[in-house]
C-alpha cells in the first residue's frame, strides 16, 4: 500500500516539475521571438531614409517567412509660422528640414495568438530646393 501512495506522489510531482520545465521552454522560445523582431524593426527603422529618401508612404515585406512588417511615413511638421520681425530675407534661406514620423510594425504568430512589436521615431528630411 505505501508503495502505490509513494508512486502516486511521484506522479504528482513529475506532472507538476513536466509543466513548469515545459512553460520554462515555451517561454524561451517567445522572448526569442521578440528578440528576433525587435532586431528587424530596428534593422528597418535603421535603414529608412538612408536607402532611399524618406518620403510619406508605406511598404510592407515578410522577414523569414514567418514575421510581416510594415512600414508607414507621415508628415510629422508642425504647420509653417508666419515669419517673425527677423527674418528679414526669407527668400534666400534654405528650406527647413521636415519632420517625419516612422513607425515600424513587424508581426507574427497564429490567429489565435498574434504577437507584435512596435518602433516609432521621428527622423528629418531635409527638403529639396524649389
Do not use: C
Amino acid at each position: 500500500m505505501e508503495i502505490l501512495v509513494a508512486f502516486s506522489i511521484m506522479a504528482i510531482a513529475l506532472t507538476v516539475l513536466l509543466r513548469i520545465f515545459g512553460t520554462g521552454v515555451n517561454n524561451a522560445v517567445i522572448s526569442e521571438e521578440y528578440t528576433i523582431a525587435v532586431q528587424i524593426a530596428e534593422s528597418l527603422m535603421a535603414r529608412t531614409g538612408v536607402e532611399a529618401e524618406l518620403t510619406a508612404g508605406e511598404s510592407q515585406g515578410t522577414e523569414g517567412d514567418k514575421y510581416d512588417w510594415q512600414i508607414v511615413v507621415s508628415d510629422a511638421s508642425p504647420a509653417p509660422s508666419r515669419p517673425g520681425l527677423r527674418d528679414t530675407n526669407t527668400d534666400q534661406q534654405a528650406p527647413a528640414p521636415a519632420l517625419m514620423s516612422v513607425r515600424v510594425t513587424v508581426a507574427w504568430g497564429e490567429e489565435e495568438q498574434p504577437r507584435s512589436v512596435e518602433l516609432h521615431t521621428l527622423k528629418l528630411q531635409q527638403q529639396g530646393p524649389g
